[in-house]
């Protein structure tokens, strides 16, 4: 299924975004200013610009909820939020339009995992959450897209300011029916063979 889901990641990331413009030339960075949560841990997540600068990819590699055997009760929920500076060139801005989150989740019968995450601009209103819920029986990979509503524009980062962009994900477990003393049950986010993490999808605007 990893084949599917990563053909599906590339298929939605063709999606016109009204008003957006090419991705700009030249050099697309991202700095990190803070990570912080139980699902990204210091050493854990890394980020990389695409070569079209068309997205930005997040790896994590350790973000695992569970619960059941060998579990604590601290791990049927695990979050992160990154506060990071994307570098652009000075005539473009930026928003996003889409974002892929891809993972494994193992889940027995009556148990459920959940997917959570939003993103907004420094200043600006914090908005909802995007959920998307997966029942068991699952032993399978996942994915969940959050997109913004069309025709409608994604919010822009204003033109000329540099203010940071927060990432917002969350995994919670629960057992549900399932039994917690003879089964574990658990929802990660990671990568898909080393080919897709989180793909966060850019729409472009030239600055006036």
Avoid at 58 to 81: I, W
Avoid at 180 to 200: C, E, L, Q, R
Wanted: glycine share 6%; proline share 6%; hydrophobic share 35%.
């Amino acid at each position: 299924m990893s084949n599917t889901i990563a053909a599906a990641v590339m298929a939605m990331s063709t999606v016109v975004v009204p008003s957006a413009e090419r991705p700009p030339p030249g050099e697309v960075t991202i700095e990190v200013v803070t990570v912080n949560g139980s699902g990204c841990r210091a050493g854990t997540v890394s980020l990389s610009v695409a070569q079209d600068n068309s997205a930005f990819y997040a790896l994590y590699s350790d973000y695992l909820a569970a619960v059941g055997v060998g579990t604590r009760p601290t791990d049927f929920r695990k979050n992160c939020q990154l506060v990071l500076q994307v570098n652009a060139p000075a005539d473009f801005t930026f928003a996003i339009h889409q974002v892929d989150h891809t993972g494994f989740a193992h889940l027995e019968i009556g148990a459920t995992g959940t997917e959570r995450s939003n993103h907004y601009f420094q200043g600006m209103t914090t908005p909802g959450y995007w959920t998307h819920t997966f029942k068991g029986p699952l032993n399978d990979d996942w994915l969940a897209s959050d997109r913004s509503d069309l025709p409608v524009e994604p919010p822009y980062r204003p033109c000329h300011e540099k203010r940071y962009l927060y990432v917002n994900t969350e995994l919670r477990v629960s057992a549900g029916t399932s039994d917690p003393k003879t089964t574990t049950s658990y929802m990660a986010m990671d990568s898909i063979d080393n080919f897709f993490g989180t793909v966060h999808h850019f729409a472009w605007k030239r600055c006036k």
